[in-house]
């Protein structure tokens, strides 16, 4: 009877061993920068709303859709992959007027809470680092799905792999960071769209 009940102890701490290791897994997410957009615009005097993107960035993602409030998310871009779709645009906007990529190579973004906002939305709170400077920013965010890939029920490439996607936009004052180079000609309100998907990390 002590045998069967020391197994039996053992088994079950074995399984809630790996359910436990299951659930961290499931709420471990990497950025997927092939289907993630990261654009930036602005107001060019009146005439146009132009804009440019971040292709090159990375980060990490701890989700539980059962919890998602209790979010965290880290994001980097580096300004290598700055584009805009104009070349001399883009050496400008890498000059020291702007992002100064020379001495700030990189500009993060850290979570730092979430609060509901209604069905799959919510306040995302962080801290923006770019140009050495870091402050506070919010970001509206909408969380679009968690579950297996959507292409896995006919490519086996994608089955069991998860992924969730998200969308997010914000406003920010570029002047803040010290860009205040031709404001308020080409605006100093500066806004975030972002697309984000992430793959779950196996």
């Not at 399984?15 to 961290?24: P, Y």
């Not at 993630?36 to 859709?65: C, K, Y």
């Not at 000059?95 to 020379?102: L, N, Q, T």
């Amino acid at each position: 009877m002590r045998f069967r009940w020391v197994a039996w102890t053992c088994a079950a701490a074995v399984f809630l061993t790996a359910a436990l290791t299951q659930i961290a897994r499931a709420d471990t997410w990497r950025l997927d920068p092939d289907h993630t957009e990261i654009r930036f615009s602005w107001n060019h005097m009146g005439l146009s709303r132009q804009s440019g993107e971040f292709v090159d960035a990375f980060g990490r993602l701890v989700f539980s859709p059962t919890d998602p409030v209790s979010g965290r998310v880290e994001i980097t871009a580096l300004l290598t992959g700055l584009r805009s779709g104009v070349p001399a645009l883009d050496e400008m906007l890498r000059s020291p007027d702007y992002f100064d990529a020379s001495q700030h190579p990189r500009i993060t973004f850290k979570s730092s809470g979430v609060t509901r906002s209604g069905e799959k939305q919510g306040m995302l709170k962080g801290d923006l680092t770019l140009r050495g400077v870091t402050r506070p920013v919010t970001l509206s965010a909408r969380w679009n799905f968690t579950g297996e890939h959507p292409l896995s029920s006919f490519n086996p490439t994608y089955r069991g792999k998860w992924v969730s996607g998200f969308s997010a936009t914000g406003l920010i004052r570029r002047s803040e960071w010290g860009m205040t180079q031709a404001v308020p000609l080409v605006s100093d309100e500066i806004r975030l769209d972002i697309e984000a998907e992430f793959l779950r990390v196996d």
